[in-house]
């Protein structure tokens, strides 16, 4: 059973970057599909992007207008989300997420229950 653990989280400003990651344990990540949720307090968690478990096919929400980018490094263990030109909307807890598919389509990886492993979640908080 793989384990999750996110990093990279923290206090920004309107405008700047971030960088989170998720590293894995107790498994290999070329076995998974991976997503980044996130979840403001109050809402429903939501999808933030999608990678394949090869790395060739990625999805964001359209929310995002271009400004994440997510990558994997199967040899690292790791998955990445790059995070430019931060709004306070962006606020939230960050969560990665093995799914349950190694061949998850893109179609249907902003379904949160496409997932069964999840990590503890980093918190991104951005002030205006």
């Known amino acids: 059973q793989v384990q999750l653990v996110e990093s990279g989280g923290g206090l920004m400003q309107a405008g700047d970057s971030l960088r989170l990651s998720c590293a894995a344990s107790?498994?290999?990540?070329?076995?998974?599909?991976m997503g980044w949720f996130r979840q403001a307090p109050g809402n429903e968690r939501e999808f933030v992007a999608f990678?394949?478990?090869?790395?060739?096919?990625?999805r964001y929400a359209d929310s995002l207008e271009g400004r994440f980018t997510i990558s994997r490094d199967n040899a690292e263990n790791t998955v990445v989300l790059q995070m430019n030109s931060l709004k306070p909307e962006d606020t939230a807890l960050y969560y990665c997420?093995?799914?349950?598919?190694?061949?998850?389509?893109?179609?249907?990886?902003?379904?949160?229950?496409?997932?069964?492993?999840w990590g503890q979640g980093t918190q991104v908080t951005v002030s205006s």
């Open positions: 990678i394949s478990w090869s790395g060739f096919t990625t």
């Open positions: 997420a093995a799914a349950t598919s190694r061949f998850l389509r893109p179609q249907k990886s902003s379904s949160p229950y496409e997932y069964n492993y």
């Open positions: 107790g498994g290999s990540l070329s076995n998974y599909a």
